[in-house]
């Protein structure tokens, strides 16, 4: 089997009383997108933090391409290959969208903030942003500023910035949120592309896309997780059932 680009060991985090994760295992295999379900609550956001670094895990470990990057920050992680996308953007709204983008493509050179200016001059940098903005079709929005964009547009510039890394590993946590019907399915025909790319670790709530695009499926109940594996291994477990639909389903 080849090996997995990412892998949780045994991560776990408690917040107060709640268990939000308890000691998960799994893996991102090369050209897959391994979604994460589950009820709300049921600690989904809170692995997404954890594998990217934004929350630091009681117990575990988390490794990219082998090498353990639990240590690193976000910052840090994302510099190695972890591209994230937020369930609550992240975007300059006053910037435009080309600036957005850039930003992304400065952090990954490691310049960051005290450099923007002069990557706005910088060629290489600004080709790689607006090869982002083409491929999730925002290129004519390029000049506009990112407060003037739609919600689904702005969802697609998340998408562009975190490109713009260039990744190892994907992270995304609700992309489709509000996009609409026809906006879910330009992404979902979207990610189905990127996989090949680098995968993606994808916690969605659309159930049609999840199972449409899914590789594998992993099932998060009270920050633990109970199923994992194709959308018709997953359709017909039980255990998902009562986490789902309560004991009267099984
Ligand atoms: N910063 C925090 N402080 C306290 N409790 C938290 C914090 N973050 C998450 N929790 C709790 O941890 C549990 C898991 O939350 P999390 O947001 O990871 O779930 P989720 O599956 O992403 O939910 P949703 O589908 O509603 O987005 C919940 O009980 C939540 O209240």
Redesign the pocket.
Known sequence: MTAPVVELRGLSRR??A?E?ARAVTLDLRPGEIHALI?P????????IGLTAGSLRPDAGSVLLGGEDVTRLDAVGRARKGLGRTF?VSSLAMELTVLENALLGAVGRSGQVMRLFRSALCDRDLALLARAALERVGLVEEADRRTADLSHGQRRLLEVAVALTLEPRAFLMDEPMAGLGAEGSRRLTGFLDRLREEAPILL?E?DMDAVFAIADRISV?CY?EIIATGTAEDIRRDPRVRIAYLGDDAA
């Open positions: 917040f107060g709640v939000a589950g709300n609550g049921a600690g989904k956001s809170t692995l369930q916690v709530h998060l920050g």
